[in-house]
């Protein structure tokens, strides 16, 4: 696919998440639960956030999409999880995964592992968490890389490359990986979305809510244009809140303006270039 049809994809997607205000659930962390919220409500979707296994299936099929982090674990996520997964597997439906903090605990490495068998429609994550994921999905070697320290990455996006895209032709999806250049694949392109502001990774949960846009825009397209329109947006949306900003506090706030502010064609005009594989 070239670069105008993956714009024209955008601009479509944007408009259509716009026009019809689609809800995508969320199964997410508690320290940035309401971020995620107002993130996907700034952009045109509608959000709803739950912990219980029923709710959970009950919100996998009333939306076209889900979202599922697992930042923040309680023991009823050993069942909502796997329920939420399964119900979304079988029935078709686009899901995100944000893999926050693989390899710690015992219940987390369960969870991201059963995952493997109900192969997330857009893996979305930091660049230490693909490469955990990718090695324990055994679709990597292992190697020197993907220490997760807590919740933050001490990778590049591009020593996450490989991973990325093993992950991708697994699932049959696409896969983002975060960083100060984005790399977005469906196992065939690669693209890098440049932008983004110093400030993001000062303020928690610009990767947590970027997964929630995610889920809304893979209600309104596929998983990879999905993908790469949130991380346009978001590369877009923090180049512009950071200007005259005096710290992370009020980006925070013009970061949510911004989100809002960005029209469909500005969003498939932030720089991005495709690299066939
Ligand atoms: N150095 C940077 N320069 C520009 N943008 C950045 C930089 N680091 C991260 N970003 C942007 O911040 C957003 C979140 O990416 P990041 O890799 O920090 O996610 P994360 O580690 O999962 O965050 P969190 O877990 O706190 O929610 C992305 O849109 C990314 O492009
Ligand atoms: C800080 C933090 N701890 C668990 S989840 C989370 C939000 C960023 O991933
Ligand atoms: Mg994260």
């Not at 601009?11 to 716009?18: A, E, M």
């Not at 997964?85 to 991201?112: E, F, N, Y």
């Not at 400030?199 to 928690?204: A, E, K, L, S, V």
């Not at 999905?226 to 992370?248: F, I, Q, S």
Request: aromatic share 6%; charged share 20%; hydrophobic share 40%.
């Amino acid at each position: 696919m070239n670069q105008k049809e993956i714009k024209q994809n955008i601009v479509d997607c944007v408009n259509r998440v716009k026009a019809e205000n689609p809800m995508a659930g969320s199964i997410t962390n508690t320290v940035t639960i309401n971020f995620v919220a107002n993130a996907q409500l700034a952009v045109g979707g509608s959000a709803a956030m739950v912990y219980l296994p029923d709710e959970a299936e009950g919100l996998a099929l009333a939306g076209n999409a889900l979202y599922i982090n697992v930042g923040t674990l309680f023991p009823v996520y050993s069942e909502t999880l796997p329920r939420a997964a399964k119900t979304l597997h079988d029935a078709g439906k686009a899901w995100v995964l944000d893999p926050v903090a693989i390899g710690l605990g015992s219940m987390r490495t369960q969870l991201l592992y059963d995952f493997k068998e109900y192969k997330p429609t857009i893996v979305r994550g930091n660049a230490s968490e693909i490469i955990s994921l990718a090695k324990l999905w055994g679709l990597e070697e292992q190697g020197e890389t993907g220490a997760v320290r807590g919740v933050d990455s001490t990778d590049t996006v591009e020593a996450a490359k490989n991973a990325a895209v093993q992950i991708a032709r697994y699932t049959g999806g696409a896969v983002a990986v975060s960083g100060e250049t984005d790399l977005v694949t469906d196992g065939h392109m690669a693209v890098r979305s440049h932008g983004g502001s110093l400030f993001m990774p000062m303020i928690t949960g610009t990767g947590c809510s970027l997964g929630g846009v995610t889920a809304v825009y893979a209600t309104s397209a596929d998983p990879f244009t999905a993908a790469l329109t949130a991380a346009n947006v978001y590369n877009l949306a923090g180049a512009r809140a950071e200007k005259d900003v005096p710290g992370p506090g009020s980006f925070q706030v013009r970061f949510l303006d911004e989100l809002y502010r960005a029209t469909p064609e500005e969003i498939a005009n932030n720089p991005f270039e495709v690299e066939e594989l």
